[in-house]
Each structure stands twice: as structure tokens, then as C-alpha cells.
């Protein structure tokens, strides 16, 4: 069965339509990359899931269960997670409390009272720093972190709550070439824990990291499947890969 699935979800926005009845689904621990030109719904899909705008029609089920009409803080509770193009790291806090942050907001406070739970959650922080090379800056305040680094503690965060399928738009917009590689290998282990669906600009780090691929163009669907055949597909090639 199918974790996330889109069925005929269109957006409009007054005389817009931004979103034009996608058919869309992603399977557990499934890699699936989102491309298409500037303004070709992307951003909106990715928002249709996570809640923060309702579809104009059509429906989003997660584990086969409709949430079409939750809040994103049920949507979280359900198993999703979404990383923004705007950041959400606390500039003013260490790297380290943003990320506690994160994993609070998933703990109970009675729970977080007790010392046994605190020196857990604390080597919960860790390891996540860990996984994302940030174990060092941990004491640093986040607003010094690199944009690079800034990305990744937001992925961190969005990955605390240890969601089914975490949501991702642009990771790697001004990222260095060298960032950019080093975020395809800090996604690439997540596979055992969750699914992703990711927009990026980036093809060859599309192609590195999904297993399958859509492409929007104008609101539509125009292809999607396994990353090979899509890249292949004389309409997408005509519609978004020979100006892209
Ligand atoms: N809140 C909004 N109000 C009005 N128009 C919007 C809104 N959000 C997005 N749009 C429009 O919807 C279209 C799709 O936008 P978006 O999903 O951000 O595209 P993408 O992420 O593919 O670049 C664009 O024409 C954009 O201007
Ligand atoms: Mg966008």
C-alpha cells in the first residue's frame, strides 16, 4: 500500500489554478523527487500535504487514512514532516536547543521532568547532531552555522519527531556544489527510516538520490515512475529537461 497518495488535488487561487487534479503517491521508504519549471505547483503540493493550504478538491491519505481535512499539527501527529523554503532555526538559539526544541515538542512535559527521559532525549539530540555532522557546533548559536549547515539542522528538526515522510522543498538552494553532495549523503541513510519526497532543481542529485520522479508543469502531472523511465519520457524532455 501506498503512504502517501494524492488523489485529483487542485489548488486555485482566485483567477489561478495552481494545482490541476495531481495524482501522486509515494510507498514506504521510497525516495521520490518533485521537478518543474517556477511556479508549476511544486511548493503547493508540498503545502496540500503538510496542511498549510487545504486543496480547492481532491484528497491526501496517508497509510490509506484520509487527512485531507486536518490541521499540520494533526498531519505531524499522522507522521509528516515538512522542511519549508524559508527556515525555521531559531537563529539566537545554540544548535543544540533548536534541536531539543524539535524533540520536545514530542514528549510529554511530565515525561521531560523526569532525569531518566532528560538523559535520553539527550542522547537522542546527539545522535541526530551526530548524523548530521553538527555533533561539534552543538554549543555554537545557530545563526553562525554556514547556510549549508543551516539546511541540514533544519532537516534535523524536521527528522526529530520522527516522521513516516518527511517533506522537503529546495534543500540545496545556495548550496555550495561540495554542500550539495554532502546533503545527497546525509539523506541517502534516512531510506531505512522514512520516505521523502523532495523538490530540486538539481537532476543529477534527483537522479542520485529518488527512485522515482514527477514532474509538474503548469499544475499537471505530465510523468511519473521510476526516475529512469521518467527522464526518458519525450514529453517531459520537450516540456521541462531541455529548459531546464
Ligand atoms: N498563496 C498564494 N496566493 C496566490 N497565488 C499563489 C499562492 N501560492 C502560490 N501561488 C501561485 O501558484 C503557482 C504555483 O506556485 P508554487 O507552488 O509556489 O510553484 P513552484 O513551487 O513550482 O515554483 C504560482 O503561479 C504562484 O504564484
Ligand atoms: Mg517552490
Request: aromatic share 4%; hydrophobic share 40%; charged share 25%.
Amino acid at each position: 500500500m501506498s503512504l502517501l497518495e494524492c488523489r485529483q488535488v487542485s489548488k486555485i487561487f482566485g483567477a489561478l489554478t495552481a494545482l490541476d487534479h495531481a495524482d501522486l503517491s509515494v510507498k514506504p521508504n521510497e525516495f521520490h523527487g518533485l521537478i518543474g519549471p517556477n511556479g508549476s505547483g511544486k511548493s503547493t503540493l508540498l503545502k496540500c500535504i503538510a496542511g498549510a493550504e487545504i486543496p480547492t478538491s481532491g484528497s491526501v491519505l496517508l497509510s490509506g487514512v484520509d487527512i485531507t481535512g486536518l490541521t499540520p499539527a494533526e498531519r505531524a501527529e499522522a507522521g509528516l514532516s515538512l522542511k519549508f523554503q524559508i527556515t525555521a532555526v531559531l537563529a539566537e538559539l545554540s544548535v543544540y536547543d533548536n534541536v531539543l526544541l524539535a524533540q520536545q515538542s514530542q514528549s510529554s512535559w511530565l515525561s521531560l521532568m523526569r532525569s531518566r527521559s532528560r538523559g535520553a532525549l539527550h542522547e537522542r539530540v546527539m545522535d541526530t547532531l551526530q548524523r548530521f555532522k553538527l555533533a561539534d557546533r552543538a554549543d555554537d548559536i545557530a545563526g553562525t552555522l554556514s547556510h549549508g549547515q543551516q539546511q541540514w539542522l533544519e532537516i534535523a528538526m524536521a527528522l526529530a519527531r520522527e516522521p513516516k515522510l518527511l517533506l522537503l522543498d529546495e534543500p540545496t538552494a545556495g548550496m555550495s556544489p561540495q554542500e550539495r553532495r554532502a546533503t545527497g549523503e546525509l539523506l541517502a541513510p534516512m531510506r531505512e527510516r522514512c520516505s521523502l519526497l523532495i523538490v530540486e532543481h538539481d537532476l543529477d542529485f534527483i537522479r542520485d538520490i529518488c527512485d522515482s520522479l514527477t514532474v509538474l508543469d503548469q499544475g499537471q502531472i505530465v510523468a511519473s515512475g521510476r526516475t529512469q523511465d521518467v527522464q526518458e519520457d519525450e514529453r517531459v524532455k520537450s516540456a521541462y529537461l531541455s529548459h531546464a
